[in-house]
T-cell receptor, first 114, second 114 residues
């Protein structure tokens, strides 16, 4: 069974600073994908970044980057130059090759302080 | 593309009434998912379809819940009879045919059962 754990229910960061959100997962699959989704107050789930497990290089999308540690089964999200619009719930998620079920973590609520 | 479309955005009903939630996936996406989000249980996968066929409905809480996908561009989630504990945000998501492809979420339907 797949599990995804986000141990930080809430985080806060000063505007323009950097914050890292933690995520660990567990799977017996060798081929899988990892995702970070953002859910602002509008409730819509928005894909932030995605990482293929077979790729060594950490994914980056503008101010968002991940630290993917496959052996440790860790997948943290780093947000640089935090902006007020980054305030949201962030969900870590995983699904496995050929198996469409996605497992989500419980989320981390990020507050950005002006 | 318009993205995943869900209707209604908000639904308030009384216990015992039938509720129907609607979803239009992104054109060309072969997979459609229904999720439920609550504070207590987080984001739960209820059911998913591949090419209009239900593949896994193990997340459907009980017989009061049913889902259909009569064609590639439309799906419904029905609750009959509804109960207060069904109050939640219900998301529809769709993805391309690859097993590890990104899921794109709709804006959700907030259901309140009085």
């Amino acid at each position: 069974a797949q599990t995804v754990t986000q141990s930080q229910p809430e985080m806060s960061v000063q505007e323009a600073e950097t914050v890292t959100l933690s995520c660990t997962y567990d799977t017996s699959e060798s081929d899988y994908y990892l995702f970070w989704y953002k859910q602002p107050p509008s409730r819509q789930m928005i894909l932030v970044i995605r990482q293929e497990a077979y790729k060594q290089q950490n994914a980056t999308e503008n101010r968002f980057s991940v630290n993917f540690q496959k052996a440790a089964k860790s997948f943290s999200l780093k947000i640089s130059d935090s902006q007020l619009g980054d305030a949201a719930m962030y969900f870590c998620a995983q699904n496995s090759g050929g198996y469409q079920k996605v497992t989500f973590g419980t989320g981390t609520k990020l507050q950005v302080i002006p | 593309d318009a993205g995943v479309i869900q209707s209604p955005r908000h639904e308030v009903t009384e216990m015992g009434q039938e509720v129907t939630l609607r979803c239009k996936p992104i054109s060309g996406h072969d997979y459609l998912f229904w999720y439920r989000q609550t504070m207590m249980r987080g984001l739960e996968l209820l059911i998913y379809f591949n090419n209009n066929v239900p593949i896994d409905d193990s997340g459907m809480p009980e017989d009061r819940f049913s889902a259909k996908m009569p064609n590639a561009s439309f799906s419904t989630l029905k609750i009959q009879p509804s109960e207060p504990r069904d109050s939640a945000v219900y998301f529809c998501a769709s993805s391309l045919s690859l097993g590890t492809d990104t899921q794109y979420f709709g804006p959700g339907t907030r259901l309140t059962v009085l």
